[in-house]
């Protein structure tokens, strides 16, 4: 969750800073990325529909954003999606950023690039934005993390009535 502070909406909000100090964003590695459909809206699984495996289907709007994270790949050749989860208001990623020899800004996209980028695909195809302004990440610093993690992006669907982010 984005933390924000002040609930009155007469006072402005302000944003906190969820971004590694002095950290590049561009560097080689493994990003933990959750992105919040705002107000939590549930709209990227059908009601009450599940798939032949047990999870729900994707919504119309569900398999844009499907489709915006298979893009990615498209776009930056230095950057791979390992796994992903679409919730129903929600998604989980882990964005791989390969090193490359020529390192120039120009070929070495930031996470909030990328971000960005699928943020904008996605409205662009549906006409509006439905995302919130912010994301959730974290560098995943050793095997031991991406063991924990890379389990809870693929059961997460499964356990959605457990999920933080959980809303009817």
């Known amino acids: 969750m984005f933390p924000l502070v002040g609930d ?23 990003y933990f990325i959750t992105i919040c459909v705002k107000d939590k809206r549930c709209m990227l699984w059908e009601d ?13 709007i569900g398999t844009i954003v ?3 994270i298979e893009n990615i790949t498209r ?3 230095n950057v791979m999606i390992d796994k992903y ?3 129903p208001n ?25 971000i960005n980028q699928f ?16 994301f959730y990440d ?11 993690i890379c389990p809870y992006i693929e059961t997460n669907p499964l356990k959605w009535m457990e999920d933080c982010y959980y809303s009817k």
């Open 8 to 30: 009155d909406v007469s006072k402005p909000i302000y944003r906190k800073n969820v971004r590694l100090k002095n950290y590049d964003y561009s560097q080689a590695g493994y």
């Open 48 to 60: 009450n529909v599940e798939a032949p495996s047990g999870r729900p289907n994707l919504s119309n």
């Open 66 to 68: 499907a489709a915006g």
């Open 75 to 77: 776009i930056y050749e």
């Open 85 to 87: 989860a679409i919730m």
């Open 90 to 114: 929600h998604i989980h990623m882990i964005i791989v950023l390969r090193g490359k020899e020529d390192r120039r800004a120009m070929h070495a996209p930031t996470i909030s690039r990328i």
């Open 119 to 134: 943020k904008g695909f996605v409205t662009k195809q549906i006409g509006y934005s439905i995302w919130q302004k912010l």
């Open 138 to 148: 974290h560098v995943i610093r050793n095997e031991q993390e991406y063991q924990n």
